[in-house]
């Protein structure tokens, strides 16, 4: 029988004492941070501007209208009032005020002209700020696209995975639905086990024969965990992943205890192709030793419609679950010869 | 012999109480409404605004304007309408819709400037304005982009499945073309059968030992039905895609009877690629039991072209069939060779 | 030892009475033309747009630009002359040419305010107006990114396919070049054949036995060719497919006067991947029976610059060629082991 | 045992007297110039606004700006100062400026109106310029959301490959990290050695039997280098990427002056999936056989933060390197069981 397939690395790393406290964060991206390029290396302004909340957004287009038109202000009272044709005014500040709104005026194209630049010198001004003007809200205009026409594929997630009964055994569950109206295809799920293992090693104890107790190494493992399906044609409904606890699984035989103590880390790494915009899409979630409960099972979460014409998906009840009885740990779910056939990437006897 | 891949789940459920009457709507949507989470999470903005109708996207645009125009010309009326320098009128009404109109020439940014914002709090609302329709037309211009990128892949299918004469045996079969004047190329068909199985229950009888009548439980069952081809290099033509009914299939000597009552639904899934568009497409479409015609046979829909110079696709005759004897329900079509290579994924002697 | 892969339809049908002249016209588009639905749902209008020529795109704008003031201009006249606040003339055609420049101003969002609406009728016009030429700007701004930013895979083709020597034996040769500096990496050829093969029929002879001349059938065939190589992983440079004329090859043995009496067509489908556009990006080119030289061979196309430094691509040498003997036809190439690996799909013995 | 798998070309041709210095320059590109085609045929357009640098796209809109304003103003003058309604001044000049900015504000659409053009030749250069400045800055929106929204793959590489120790044989390094806050996932390597071989060819002495010294055939050889890893999940971290040195390596027992002389070139060409951009992205980079260092070893580039709650990864480390002692060149690297499965496309015993 071939062993589980072992990955030394996954792109995270194997060295325990020098990795944080989760590989990945709850909203999906990964639990590093970057130095040693300068921010302008290391920061994607687009990336920036497309994933900042729309609050900030508005703001920043806001406050950059405003610094704008204060800068273009000053010069064009730098440039005198005068030259401003049709500004009205006693004090320094009715010039300015006139000034500032002038420069609004331009920036955005509007151009009333009760107020218009004379002069050769506020021209000037005034020709760069309305190109200047047009170029930024290019740049807005292309933002505005961008942050909309972005897929985000917002999965939903249950809150924790279960250990739950599973064909006369046991199996490791998580449960996904698309909250979105976007149609989801072809959709392709990969689950990893990251932990960290313990072995005993002889080296040391050779060097130091008086050491009566032997000394122990820590090392970040990582599984490809074989699923009951990897795939499904139609995230239509919710679907329900099943790591079944078969002999070949790291997990079988584990207590609960050790669980714990192993600093487990498990990653769903989806992918998929959203047919409304017809791109691939993928997105991944992680989940703590912590958030797995032992002994549970998931409650549907979609039933017919009054009329019958149709089926309902309650998105609340993504994590609703009852407690469960386990079946002894040494119990193998029975697995149909077609999950075999298609764990035998994983799995092979 | 290896049995035909059994799905218990394409991302549909299984239980057959808690669904409603079609898995794939006639437009390809899925037939699921989504509860448990707000209309905010729920919908894609993006999503609406690029699949509604055209008539609706304007009269949307149309409807903001007007509205958001009628909002500013009262906010300018507040501000006094003294402050809208050069506005002319006699009554409260004329000096309305001075207002209203300013209010639409500095949204569109068209600012003639007969009337202009005059005094601090005018000129403000006319720069929030201003960029507000900046902002807004961006928005427009982004939305309007995508509806026209966006690759409709809008397949036209024969209306009926029909069961054909097919190689000395039956075949089940679809027609589809390409309306459009995009490139199709690398076309892939899945057709998945879902349809309602009963079985007879002995647990039930064990435990209620009186009952001489079994129970009978019934379950949604999945299949993936092999395909003469399952995959073309050009759709320049129409492409009839058939599943031969050979005693691997589910169908195999199913009477129409017992077909018609098992709610049996077709979904063709089809992926390919838009040479116009650059882009992957894919597109799904589900027959009913009713909608299967027994013994009858597609027409071409292709001639050549009265210059011989080229081959003419007429596509009013998709759905066009002629009635045809079927064989005994026990006759297997032919597969040449190179089918039974192609087809192995799913059948296997 | 396994038959060459036969395809009977690779979506161009194989009814040859109803075939037109060839199937793939050298631009690359399918020599089809559909009818039986209406031109609305047959075109897509952003098709259209996307790839009409430049001229053709901007007489379009330009001529809709000068409709639509023309229209306008008319409007505003009916409205009255003189609720354009500032227009001045004498005679009717001097407040014509005032409305229509009003209306140009207005669509542009230009809007000087020399002449300016007055009064609601005029007002609404402008409104209307300046609305719809922001729609249409926007519209058009789309238009020339999406045309802009297309990735259009211009491979430069050899005018003809060669039957060259090959390896001791045959080979028929064909030769790519990007005349583009685009990066187009990990390139994959399909080269089909489609010819019309002839078969007598018994069946009509033994259902009129006194006649002694046999009938024939006329159907056209599909072949995926078997490649030397099928994959590059860099297109920097030229690149020579070669299809090995082996004994398994349908051209193997057959003399020049019988291919070109068999309306032979070459279709060469090019996949790949567009570096600078990030997209996937195919194309297909065909040659017919009359394209293919019978005994010559490429001349290189490429050269060390002078410097040194870096190596010159001469497009212009792409069909360059010189005559060669071709060895007798029973003389078959020498494949090395891999090629015959990477042939086994089609090819087995 | 099989051999390695040899590829004849990759798209960079085999005959060495005919190639420049190297294949890919270090900024990815191929080391090729193309003639023989127009240069409008050759170039991109868009290729080339899209990846010209900041400073000289701004330059380029700010000159056009100027030189388009410049040619209307002449028109204008040339149309008359008069039928520039409101234009002021006393010398040629100082209405060949009025002119001047009055273009500006068209070509802008600002329209101040203190001047307006006036009578029909005027209003139609003044129509004209504002279709032309909607219609440029339209495509300057559509460029500036190309050059932003296109993912640049700029992967961080080690300046230097390493001949290291690894697994008790030794293995041939580089290291990459990507700088960009983006996501990347699903990355693939695949590891090209491009060298010359020289070859006795005993023909030459057959033909001029009288020299006792064989002739030498230069020929430029392509391999795809076996890696310990191909694939990894995510990249988070760093990646080492390691082809060890087995005796099935063309690098086996090669000494390093033989290697020095063998104008070898490694390509490292990389694909994967932008998690922000939803987008597959590719990039190359190559070493040439000076940038190799023989016996050094990588030091780690990353560490706990002083929190512990995440991992740092310092890019400025990417190229830290210690010497280390290689083992004797006849040492095989022990390989796990799953690498000897992972490499068998290349290699099989």
Same mark, same amino acid.
């Not at 030394?8 to 194997?14: A, I, S, V, Y």
């Not at 590989?23 to 639990?31: D, Q, V």
């Not at 972005?150 to 594929?153: E, I, N, Q």
């Given at each position: 029988m071939k062993k589980l397939k072992v990955y030394?690395?996954? =792109?995270? /790393?194997?060295r325990v004492s020098d990795q944080?406290?989760?590989?990945?964060?709850?909203?999906?991206?990964?639990?590093v941070t970057k130095k040693g390029v300068s921010i302008w290396e290391r920061i994607s302004f687009y990336h920036t501007l497309i994933t900042m909340p729309w609050w900030q957004f508005h703001l920043m287009v806001v406050g950059t209208f405003i610094v704008i038109n204060t800068i273009f202000a000053f010069l064009y009272m730098l440039a005198g009032p005068?030259?401003?044709?049709g500004s009205q005014g006693t004090t320094w500040w009715d010039y300015y005020w006139e000034a500032f709104f002038f420069s609004a005026q331009t920036i955005t194209t509007v =151009?009333? /002209?009760r107020v218009s630049p004379f002069g050769i010198w506020t021209n000037i001004l005034a020709s760069i700020e309305s190109l200047a003007g047009l170029m930024g809200f290019a740049l807005i205009t292309g933002m505005l696209y961008g942050r909309f026409a972005?897929?985000?594929?917002k999965l939903l997630f249950s809150e924790n995975m279960l250990l739950a009964p599973f064909n006369g055994g046991t199996g490791l569950m998580l449960r996904v639905a698309n909250p979105k109206l976007d149609l989801l295809i072809d959709m392709e799920c990969t689950l990893m086990l990251s932990w960290v293992e313990r072995t005993e090693i002889d080296t040391e104890q050779v060097s130091n024969p008086t050491s009566s107790k032997p000394q122990i190494r820590e090392i970040r493992r990582y599984y490809e965990l074989p699923l009951?399906?990897?795939?499904?044609?139609?995230?239509a409904l919710s679907w329900t992943i099943v790591h079944p606890i078969i002999?070949?699984?790291?997990?079988?035989?584990?207590t609960e205890a050790k669980f714990l103590n192993s600093d487990a880390e498990f990653i769903a790494k989806f992918k998929g192709y959203d047919e409304t915009f017809n791109q691939n899409v993928s997105t991944q979630y992680s989940y703590k030793a912590s958030q797995v409960t032992w002994g549970a099972r998931f409650k549907p979460m979609y039933y017919r419609s009054e009329t019958g014409s149709h089926t309902v998906l309650d998105?609340?009840?993504?994590?609703l679950s009852e407690p469960a009885i386990l079946p002894s740990p040494a119990a193998i779910p029975i697995m149909p010869d077609v999950l075999h056939a298609t764990a035998d990437a994983g799995i092979n006897s």
């Open positions: 030394d690395d996954t =792109g995270f /790393g194997t944080g406290a989760r590989l990945i964060n709850p909203n999906g991206t990964f639990n005068k030259f401003m044709y =151009g009333y /002209g972005r897929p985000v594929t009951e399906r990897k795939y499904i044609n139609f995230l002999p070949e699984s790291p997990l079988f035989g584990v998105l609340e009840k993504i994590s």
